[in-house]
């Protein structure tokens, strides 16, 4: 399978603890996005890396977050101490960009996140 | 914040009948995507129109856009129990400083019957 994968699909916490969770991209992308989705709403863009570089973060993505992608290949997403509000599908999503190229963005099948 | 809003927001139609969904969106794109997502999954690329695009056809699917209207419609014809999914629109921004970071809108929920 050359998708986009995500690990882990689901992962119910404990309000206050830490969580990670790991994107891998399609191989040849240069670009990788996360995205949050609550129930019955579209994914938010929460930040992105251009190879290795985060070059965007969204106002979402409050300092409890932290995103790295160390090689310029997969990437984590970490929240500390979480909080139910952090309840949300996780959503990777990588692209390839180039002079001209549309940016069609690949998505992974998310993670579930369930904070108690 | 959302940019797109589909409408309508639910959809139930009877297989092999037409199901049109709308998209609107607030400020100038350089181009429009629509994905479809099942339930608890992950989003599926379906189509994407460029700005100086009016129509594009993909198998079943039908994508127009109008850029003073600022508007765009999905099309799936001869529709399928297969097709019961979410469906969101998507627009990416002229390169200002943005990051081309997709902005979706709320979603509509279609339903086929068989």
Known sequence: DTGVSQDPRHKITKRGQNVTFRCDPISEHNRLYWYRQTLGQGPEFLTYFQNE???????????????????????????????????????????????????????????????T | SQQGEEDPQALSIQEGENATMNCSYKTSINNLQWYRQNSGRGLVHLILIRSNEREKHSGRLRVTLDTSKKSSSLLITASRAADTASYFCATAHPFSGSARQLTFGSGTQLTVLP
């Open chain 1, 53 to 115: 570089a985060q070059l965007e973060k969204s106002r979402l993505l409050s300092d409890r977050f932290s995103a790295e992608r160390p090689k310029g290949s997969f990437s984590t997403l970490e929240i500390q101490r979480t909080e139910q509000g952090d309840s949300a599908m996780y959503l990777c999503a990588s692209s390839f960009t180039g002079e001209g190229r549309p940016h069609e963005q690949y998505f992974g099948p998310g993670t579930r996140l369930t904070v």
